[in-house]
Every structure is written in structure tokens, then in C-alpha cells.
T-cell receptor, first 114, second 111 residues
């Protein structure tokens, strides 16, 4: 089975721009979660989608948004980029998103905001 | 999720067993114990999880204290590839996924 894929792998943007990141979960997985990882804050949960519905949201400003499509692929969008948004953005998929199931992470998208 | 406490770093020699501890003294009866690890420049990788009983899989063993206030991840024979940050997480049973990662333990494996 193919693993979780994320595109693009690397991205450079400037302040004020917006960015869209993509995640393709493992086939058959219906839950997709997004995380932000920075050296200062570590791994932080952004949001989780299941069957095209956002079920869970972390403590991030409204500039961070996401969506999930009927094939379970997900995108996250960050508008009006700030320098502090520079981070590794990780996507993870699981069968149904419940705590007893394994989450499988992708390699991440490294975003640099200049 | 219960707060977890792990040592910042540990060191091991190749081919030797490694015991990575995690304290989760406020854990409730409905919290799972999950372990993930993150190798350099990669996303986190699932290692093992359990609820009450000890668990074994091809990667590691998980020993859970009888009172569930602590657990130990056991790597039976460390290899250089096991050098990573190891995270202990306690998501609530039945809850939707929202993993809360702490700082984890940086494991260094010496050749």
C-alpha cells in the first residue's frame, strides 16, 4: 500500500501571500489530520477531517483552514502568510480517526516564509 | 489527554536493549498509551500502543505499569536506525484523533 503523500515537499513564499498544501491519505483511510512542527513549539495539532467534515480543531488563527474531498484527499490553506508560519506541515491519515487506530504520517511540506 | 513526562535525552549502544520511560500519572482509565518516533527529516512514525496490558510487535515492546501511571518502551536491540525522538502520547479512548505531542526523548545510538 502506498503511504501518505504530501505535495509540494518544499515551498518558499513571501509575507502576505497565501499557500495551499495537499495531502493524499492511504487508500481506504477516511480521517486526515494536519500538524505544524516548529523548533520552538514542537508538533501542534491544526485540524482533523473525516468524511469531508472538520471534526476537531487546534488553537490556530482563522488564517489556517482546510478541507477534505470525497476521495479523502485533503488540502490546507494558509492566507496572509507571516514569518512565524515557517514550519514543517505534516499530514496524517487513519482509518477512522479514533484514538485506538494508528495514525500514519506523511513526509511533510517544509514552508519557508520570507 | 494526560500530561506525559519523558527524559529529554537518552543514549544507548548499538545491539543493546533500550528502555524509554514515560510518566503519565494523571492518566484516566479510558486513555490509550501510544508511542511514536520521528527520525531526522521525516514525519513521525507509529511504534506501538496499548491500553492496559503489555504489548509486543515487530518494532518494540510496551510495558505498562499495573497502575498505568507509567509505561516503558523497550527496543530489544538498538540499531543506528533507531536514533530518533520518541514521543509518548495518551489520547482518550473513543475520542477523535488530536494527538498532543510533548518534547519527547531524543535517543542517540552509539556504534
Amino acid at each position: 500500500k502506498a503511504g501518505v503523500t504530501q505535495t509540494p515537499r518544499y515551498l518558499i513564499k513571501t509575507r502576505g501571500q497565501q499557500v495551499t498544501l495537499s495531502c493524499s491519505p492511504i487508500s481506504g483511510h477516511r480521517s486526515v489530520s494536519w500538524y505544524q512542527q516548529t523548533p520552538g513549539q514542537g508538533l501542534q495539532f491544526l485540524f482533523e477531517y473525516f468524511s469531508e467534515t472538520q471534526r476537531n480543531k487546534g488553537n490556530f488563527p482563522g488564517r489556517f483552514s482546510g478541507r477534505q474531498f470525497s476521495n479523502s484527499r485533503s488540502e490546507m490553506n494558509v492566507s496572509t502568510l507571516e514569518l512565524g508560519d515557517s514550519a514543517l506541515y505534516l499530514c496524517a491519515s487513519s482509518l477512522d480517526g479514533t484514538s485506538g487506530k494508528t495514525q500514519y504520517f506523511g513526509p511533510g511540506t517544509r514552508l519557508l516564509v520570507l | 489527554d494526560a500530561k506525559t513526562t519523558q527524559p529529554n535525552s537518552m543514549e544507548s549502544n548499538e545491539e543493546e536493549p533500550v528502555h524509554l520511560p514515560c510518566n503519565h500519572s494523571t492518566i484516566s482509565g479510558t486513555d490509550y498509551i501510544h508511542w511514536y518516533r520521528q527520525l531526522p527529516s521525516q514525519g513521525p512514525e507509529y511504534v506501538i500502543h496499548g491500553l492496559t496490558s503489555n504489548v509486543n510487535n515487530r518494532m518494540a515492546s510496551l510495558a505498562i505499569a499495573e497502575d498505568r501511571k507509567s509505561s516503558t518502551l523497550i527496543l530489544h536491540r538498538a540499531t543506528l536506525r533507531d536514533a530518533a525522538v520518541y514521543y509518548c502520547i495518551t489520547p482518550r479512548r473513543g475520542s477523535n484523533y488530536k494527538l498532543t505531542f510533548g518534547k519527547g526523548t531524543l535517543l542517540t545510538v552509539n556504534p
